[in-house]
């Protein structure tokens, strides 16, 4: 790059991912596709600091100008943050008569079965400032009861005196006909112009109440705050002299422009998990990997997902906030927008292990975390955890963490991993490899949950495994699962971040519809579409998505009569005029897809549809980097080292070659055991696995035998 | 015996040093994950896979997989009415239909509550697992089904005997070749209300019972059969260890308590019941003697129901990641008078088995009120609080069925109050969304509600009811309301008052005709009927409370501020939104 004339334009593309304890910025050169990556410490009580310090030094070190930044894209822990601190904006909800409670009664359940402490969430919202507003429609949309103005009107006037700062607005059955929200969306307006408002239909326009007013409820939340972030965030870009051109990751793994992202805040709560995902899709694609399932470890849980065509499987909902164990249903507060479909379990390198009063070894899901971290970082904490484990069996080069800059105490790992091997009466090897034993298997049932229990088999992937600690683990998920091959991504810390600069322009829009399959009316049908096609094609169209890179995705849900859960699936893409023949499209594609899922379906059950979608999309340019140069097989220059690694294949330690990745260039062969080391991770390749240095510069591992084949 | 512990409560812990796994350590941990994530899928498959909004949303279901000995191997569930579900009518079916009479490829079902089962609408799904041609276990299901025939809509009834509750399955053979043998559903499924319903979600238990039986034989390829044995024996003595390393670590002793439900739903008589709970070294025995003897109405429950509930209890005062299986069992045992309401023989109806159930729940806790104080919640709602109803839909012209169960207040603690409106103990059942209901039912809900100044007031205070409001419009309707604490609140623990009766109101807005706890009734079309769930009781004086906590709730509305100044003594001053310090002082003063 530093031939570049000075002065000369050199467009780029920026990614800045804020995470609780780094943020990241990954910056892709428009005209080489050349990616570069920098890493600073996060700073939690303003978290837009460090996106600026991140974004200065990245100028700075690149010689790069700010005002050649085409695309800003970032990722942010602000919503989640907001809603699990209960930092949230004061919000009215203004309710149907009647139901005042339904936000606090919520589901009705408990979080845990046999801890009688143990409470569901409180409300998002206290009692004291529910309202209710005489109304009421039928399940049709039918009004039963006449909007009383008036009514509105006086609790307009109530709200004016307690200094609300966001107010929603839930009737009943407002997906229905939401003409009764917004016609209190008006009214209110009319006594609190300022006060932004989020209508329930608006949002998400599907049946049962409380799953969208808790969706409704989290968006106005954040609406005042997410936008006092992303407005500072924009005051110091446009201060730094970048151009208007922020966009936010949403939960599903697209992006939106700051606009809207301050209108629907509730999109962003989960967005970090999802960039991860999205950069497993992007980069298995590269490779020529449509079937992936990605791995992302790190310090305190690891998430799987899948990947389908090159595109991560999506749920329609999710629970923010859930209180400390992962496990806990119904411990946070449902929100249905689409979201990456993730599987996470208290499995990361600083998960400690235990043993439980009946005498079994245990990993997870207590986690040291960064901070004091595991024993090896010698800050006192002192039980052993999957990173001391991983140093003890030398694994992990305590010289050569996060590039040398922690020097970790591999003596202080011993100890701890030796108080487990004492009670056990093990060698010290022995129990180090057991704690990554029961930490893999953990990690391998969340492997299979993505994929065997949504009716995926595992054979047909390949793993794409990036975090800190992916790349340790890999080899052993891939085994069990008999998933035939695995990518390491480059600079596996930061793969996440990459998703930022990948993830395409995304809207989702849903309105129930509730209709017996055959009874169908595809005029209907055409119509939301055609509404959804024009709402998404204005959004697409005011954040410049020229009109060749769109595209409009029709989805439905359905259920077998009777059922009360659905399946999303794509529209049959036959032609809509000839009815007859769509319908028995329709339900052909979705008893497959029943059948797929849970093993069974009968075409002779009467179907139906509960909820029609359209996602439109706005594609963006991609980065590419461009291939290495194949040069051959011998791996031996990358050699720095070697070691004495442990494998149970070999029965105990053995000598292992250990390798520089930042020194294997494209064709290079490694056979196992070896340990290949770069700056923020370590990949371990068993004995019984072979390594490929592919032209993208990716590690592809596979068992042995199908390497020499 | 200790010097400051005259009566021996305190006990030396039972293992003096660490238990030893009598296996390899990492193997038995990795084959523990593999069975539990078994056992889990099968729940997924069923709650995703099922018809009724009671199995889905509701979760009123159970899985589980057993060894060859018929012992629980792992189990998953959302409902602690299950516990002793899966782990005596699960092997007392297979035991009385023969497991030599099992072929790969069959399946039981069986709802028997005389058999071990526990109310008809539970029905079970048993399937061999067979590797190398040998049986190695079983997978199992028990899942409520929404009707299962008998007097009234919903397999909710005030019934005499069990033949008036709906059709009774002994262990029967449903399934040939991994297929529902037709005329024998066919058989069954004539016999209640909602036949296709009844066929999604048998489908959905057979579905999840083979998922099971899949990956359990894929465990055996990979662990052998001889591995997964010592596996399984090791399980039992694993659990076995902790559960009475942590019942060592309660005070031992003997303790008593009695309670009263309101009636029976035929008599006006109320059922007494009676439990004294024995601590001993590591186990603890429950004896129900003294408990009323079956009664000829649906207020009965079967030693299933009994062990349970009481189980939960102990469950709740150990670490709560014990496993679940005979290991844990084994150190809890129940006895009963046969013939009572808490252990009833044949022909006594067990329609209110729950609610029995439930109610030893809470008069376990208070037994041991005195002993674990700082443990233990006050008597929670108690009562399932049942809404079953059917009729002709007057749309479609079919017959239709539902059934909701209502959350209630829960028990105040030492430290915290009761919260409002949930579920206690063994049900944990979410309530199903109105407007879904809307959709699916010819029913109109018209309010859900907290009901305000319900909780019983304390220092800690016990959780509001809610009330729900159905109406029934353009047809005729035929209701069931099973509940109870009507005439009685649920008691409070140490000063702490009850909370308020449940009530149950004909057109609340008309002629608000009261009706007793148990009742079907044939509703006019347009009726309304009104559910209002009762508080949970109070912990510690009222006078007690933080003046703070009152004002709060006074301005959430869920208390008034005449009942804070009466009960509480506080005065809320509304202007300002804040207490009245000094009238709050001479009020407590003055009492």
């Excluded at chain 1, 005002?67 to 909800?93: Q, R, S």
């Excluded at chain 1, 992937?461 to 600690?469: D, M, Q, R, W």
């Excluded at chain 2, 014990?322 to 808490?342: L, M, R, W």
């Excluded at chain 2, 009222?542 to 709730?553: A, C, I, K, Y």
Aim: glycine share 10%; net charge negative; aromatic share 6%.
């Amino acid at each position: 790059m530093s031939n570049t004339p000075v002065g000369a334009k050199r467009p780029f593309r920026l990614g800045i991912d804020t995470g609780g304890t780094f943020t990241d910025l990954v910056m892709m050169d428009e005209a080489s596709g050349e990616v570069t990556l920098v890493k600073i410490a996060s700073t939690p009580q303003d978290p837009s600091l460090a996106s600026l310090q991140v974004l200065h030094r990245c100028l700075q070190e690149q010689q790069a100008a700010a005002d050649d930044c085409i695309h800003l894209v970032h990722g942010t822990t602000v919503a989640t943050n907001t809603v699990i601190e209960g930092k949230g904006a004061k919000t009215a909800l203004l309710i149907t008569e009647g139901f005042r409670d339904v936000l606090e009664i919520g589901r009705q359940i408990r979080p845990r079965l046999y801890d009688v402490f143990c409470d569901k969430p409180l409300p998002l919202i206290p009692r004291r400032r529910c309202f209710e507003i005489p109304e009421r429609l039928d399940s049709q949309g039918e009004v039963l009861k006449s909007l009383d103005e008036e009514q509105v009107g006086n609790v307009a006037q109530l709200l004016q005196d307690q200094d609300i700062e966001s107010i929603v607005v839930c009737l009943l059955h407002a997906y229905a006909n939401p003409a009764h929200e917004r016609r209190v969306a008006r009214l209110v307006a009319q006594h609190l112009p300022d006060v932004p408002i989020t209508l329930s239909s608006d949002l998400c326009s599907e049946m049962r109440e409380y799953y969208r007013c808790s969706t409704a409820v989290v968006n106005a939340l954040l609406v005042p705050v997410v936008g006092r972030y992303v407005g500072r965030l924009e005051e110091s870009l446009q201060a730094a002299n970048v151009p208007d051109v922020l966009h936010l990751m949403t939960s599903s793994g697209g992006i939106i422009s700051s606009t809207i992202a301050r209108e629907r805040p509730v999109h962003l709560v989960e967005s970090g998990p999802a960039a991860g995902v999205i950069s497993a899709a992007h980069l298995g694609g590269l490779a020529g990997y449509t079937q992936v399932i990605s791995f992302d470890m790190g310090g305190t849980t690891a998430k799987l997902g899948l990947v389908e065509n090159e595109t991560p499987r999506i749920a329609q909902h999710f629970e923010v906030g859930r209180q400390a164990s992962i496990a806990d249903q119904a411990s946070g507060y449902p929100v249905r927008t689409p979201v990456v479909d993730l599987v996470e379990i208290g499995a990361g390198g600083g998960s400690i292990a235990w043993v439980d009063d009946g005498g079994a070894l245990r990993v997870g899901p207590r986690s040291a975390g960064a901070a004091p971290g595991p024993a090896c970082y010698g800050n006192g904490q002192l039980a052993p955890t999957v990173t001391d484990a991983n140093l003890v069996l030398g694994r992990i080069n305590p010289d050569n963490f996060l590039g040398g800059e922690k020097h970790l105490e591999a003596g202080l790992a011993a100890e701890a991993v030796q108080t487990l091997a004492d009670e056990f009466d093990m060698s010290l090897l022995e129990a180090a490899h057991g704690i990554i034993e029961i930490a893999n298997t953990n990690m391998t049932e969340a492997a299979r949950s993505v994929s065997v229990q949504r009716g995926f088999d595992p054979r047909e992937f390949t793993l794409v495994a990036f975090g800190g600690a992916g790349p340790l683990h890999a080899a052993a998920i891939a085994r069990e699962l008999q998933i035939p091959r695995i990518l390491i991504t480059p600079h596996p810390g930061v793969a996440s971040a990459l998703g930022l600069l990948v993830g395409d322009i995304k809207h989702d829009f849903v309105q129930s519809c509730l209709r017996p399959t055959q009874e169908i009316d595809t005029g209907e049908v055409e119509t939301i579409l055609e509404q959804f096609q024009q709402a998404g094609a204005a959004l697409l169209a005011s954040e410049h998505v020229a009109e060749t890179e769109r595209e409009y995705l029709p989805l439905v849900d359905m259920r077998f009569q009777g059922q009360s859960h659905e399946l999303t699936i794509p529209m049959p893409t036959c032609d809509r005029q000839n009815r007859e023949s769509w319908i028995s499209h329709l339900h052909a594609t979705f008893c497959q897809e029943h059948q797929r899922v849970y093993g069974f379906s009968d075409q002779r059950e009467q179907s139906e549809m509960v909820n029609v979608r359209l996602t439109a999309v706005g594609h963006i340019r991609r980065p590419s980097p461009p291939a290495l140069i194949d040069t051959g097989p011998d791996a031996f220059k990358a050699v720095t080292t070697r070691r004495d690694v442990y494998f149970t294949e070999t029965g105990g330690a053995i000598e292992c070659r250990i390798f520089d990745r930042e020194l294997l260039s494209a064709g290079n062969r490694i056979s196992g055991p070896a340990i290949i080391e770069e700056y923020d991770a370590t990949t371990v390749i068993p004995p019984d696995f072979r390594a490929l240095v592919d032209p993208k510069g990716n590690l592809l591992l596979e068992p042995s035998m199908n390497v020499t084949r | 015996m200790r010097k400051d512990d005259p009566e021996g409560t305190f006990k030396e812990p039972v293992h003096e040093s660490r238990p030893q796994l009598g296996m390899d350590p990492i193997r038995f941990e990795v084959m523990r994950s593999a069975f539990q994530s078994a056992a889990e899928e099968m729940a997924i498959a069923l709650r995703r896979a099922a018809y009724s909004t009671n199995i889905k949303t509701r979760a009123d279901f159970s899985c589980a997989l057993y060894d060859d000995h018929l012992r629980v191997v792992a189990q998953a569930f959302s409902q602690p009415i299950h516990l002793a579900s899966m782990v005596r009518m699960i092997p007392a079916a297979v035991r009385e239909y023969g497991p030599q009479n099992l072929q790969p490829g069959d399946g039981l079902a069986m709802n028997d509550p005389h058999l071990g089962a526990m109310h008809l609408n539970d029905v079970g799904i048993i399937v061999p697992l067979f590797h190398k041609e040998q049986c190695v276990g079983y997978a199992a299901n028990v899942a409520h089904h929404v009707d299962i025939g008998g007097l009234a809509p919903g397999g909710l009834c005030i019934s005499k005997d069990i033949y008036q509750e709906g059709v009774i399955i002994p262990p029967t053979k449903i399934l040939r070749d991994g297929q529902i043998i037709e005329n024998v559903f066919q058989l069954i499924a004539a016999n209640v209300r909602s036949p296709k319903q009844m066929g999604g979600d048998f489908r959905a238990q057979v579905a999840s019972a083979m998922l099971g039986g899949k990956r359990v034989t894929g465990l055996y390829d990979r662990f052998g059969n001889d591995d997964i044995q010592k596996f399984n024996n090791e399980l039992m003595e694993y659990t076995r260890r902790w559960t009475k390393s942590a019942i060592s670590k309660l005070p031992r002793g003997e303790y008593r308590a009695e309670c009263e439900l309101d009636d029976d739903g035929v008599t006006d008589r109320p059922i007494q019941l009676a439990v004294k709970i024995s601590i001993l070294d590591d186990e603890v025995h429950f004896d129900l003697t003294g408990s009323d003897p079956q009664r000829s109405s649906p207020l009965n429950a079967n030693l299933t129901y009994a062990y349970s509930a009481l189980s939960y209890v102990v469950r709740c005062m150990i670490d709560p990641d014990i496993p679940i299986n005979d290991g844990f069992y084994s150190q809890v045992h129940v006895s009963a008078p046969e013939g009572t309401v808490v252990n009833a023989k044949h022909p006594a109806g067990v329609m209110g088995g729950n609610d029995i159930a439930m109610r030893l729940c809470d008069l376990g806790f208070k037994a041991l009120s005195p002993a674990l104080p700082e443990k233990v919640p006050a008597c929670s709602k108690s009562v399932i609080c049942n809404m079953g109803c059917g009729g002709e839909d007057p749309h479609t012209g079919e017959y239709y069925t539902f059934m909701e169960t209502l959350a209630g207040g829960y028990g105040a603690r030492f430290s915290k109050d009761g919260t409002d409106a949930v579920q206690a103990h063994i049900q944990n059942t979410e309530n199903s969304a109105i407007e879904e209901t809307e959709n699916n039912y010819p029913l109109r809900i018209t309010r859900y509600e907290l009901v305000p100044d319900s909780e019983g007031a304390g220092r800690y205070r016990g959780g509001l009811g809610l009330r729900r409001d159905w109406q029934f419009p353009g047809h005729q309707a035929t209701l069931t309301v099973f509940s109870g604490h009507r005439k009685k609140g649920p008691w409070g623990l140490f000063g702490g008052q009850p909370g308020r009766p449940s009530s149950y109101t004909l057109n609340p807005d008309s002629e608000a005709r009261d009706l007793p706890s148990k009742i079907t009734l044939d509703l006019a079309p347009d009726d309304v009927v009104s559910y209002q769930t009762p508080g949970g009781g109070g912990y510690g004086s009222p006078l007690e409370r933080d003046p703070q906590n009152v004002l709060e709730d006074v301005l959430d509305g869920k208390i008034s501020s005449q009942r804070a100044r009466e009960i509480y003594g506080v005065v809320v001053n509304m202007a300002s939104q804040s207490v009245d310090l000094d009238a709050t002082r001479q009020c407590r003063l003055g009492g």
